[in-house]
T-cell receptor, first 114, second 111 residues
Framework: EAGVVQSPRYKIIEKKQPVAFWCNPI?????LYWYLQNLGQGPELLIR????????DSQLPKDRFSAERLKGVDSTLKIQPAELGDSAVYLC????????????FGPGTRLTVL | QKEVEQDPGPLSVPEGAIVSLNCTYS??????FMWYRQYSRKGPELLMY??SSGNKEDGRFTAQVDKSSKYISLFIRDSQPSDSATYLC???????????WGAGTKLIIKP
């Protein structure tokens, strides 16, 4: 069974440029999470989807971050414009249903903003 | 003060040693406790999941929860170089509630 797929794995951009990350969750998982992880820190939730509905986006900086999960499967996280402080690893995870069922993580996208 | 505190390490031990990793927390409402392992340039993977207090064992791994002390532990017996990774604790108050993560402890097992 394929795991959570994320692309790209690495991205280097200039500040003020836009960037987008893509996530394909495990088949059948209707809950999808986007996390941000800084070096030496635990993951920080940005947004959680149940199917195509964003049920928790309280930590998403909505002035520059946006996300969508069309058709309740793949998801895209966008930053526009990117700032130096956005350099981090962006992790996508999925689970069979919301709450504390096991979350399966992708390898992450390492973003560097110059 | 963070809700979940975890010593970042690194913790370096010889192969075969028993490893003890710990987290403390401040929110007495936490009931669900998890340990994740994260290898370099990989996403976290769930190791142990415990509800409320008590012990749980899975092979070489044992998770303990002491809610009276707000303290959780992960023990690794007969540690192997392949156990070298960052270990993250995570917890939440309800089954449909946000996970609160520790910062992770970097563990190094020396051959």
């Amino acid at each position: 069974e394929a795991g959570v797929v994320q692309s790209p794995r690495y991205k280097i951009i200039e500040k003020k440029q836009p960037v987008a990350f893509w996530c394909n969750p495990i088949s059948g998982h209707n809950t999808l999470y986007w996390y941000l992880q800084n070096l030496g820190q635990g993951p920080e939730l940005l947004i959680r989807y149940e199917n195509e509905e964003a049920v928790d986006d309280s930590q998403l900086p909505k002035d520059r971050f946006s996300a969508e999960r069309l058709k309740g499967v793949d998801s895209t996280l966008k930053i526009q414009p990117a700032e130096l402080g956005d350099s981090a690893v962006y992790l996508c995870a999925s689970s069979e249903r919301g709450g504390n069922n096991e979350q399966f993580f992708g390898p992450g996208t390492r973003l560097t903003v110059l | 003060q963070k809700e979940v505190e975890q010593d970042p390490g690194p913790l370096s031990v010889p192969e075969g040693a028993i490893v003890s990793l710990n987290c403390t927390y401040s929110n007495s409402a936490f009931q669900y406790f998890m340990w994740y392992r994260q290898y370099s340039r990989k996403g976290p993977e769930l190791l142990m999941y415990t509800y409320s207090s008590g012990n749980k064992e899975d092979g070489r791994f044992t998770a303990q929860v002491d809610k009276s002390s707000k303290y959780i532990s992960l023990f690794i017996r007969d540690s192997q170089p392949s156990d070298s990774a960052t270990y993250l604790c995570a917890m939440s108050a309800r089954s449909n509630y946000q996970l609160i993560w520790g910062a992770g402890t970097k563990l190094i097992i020396k051959p």
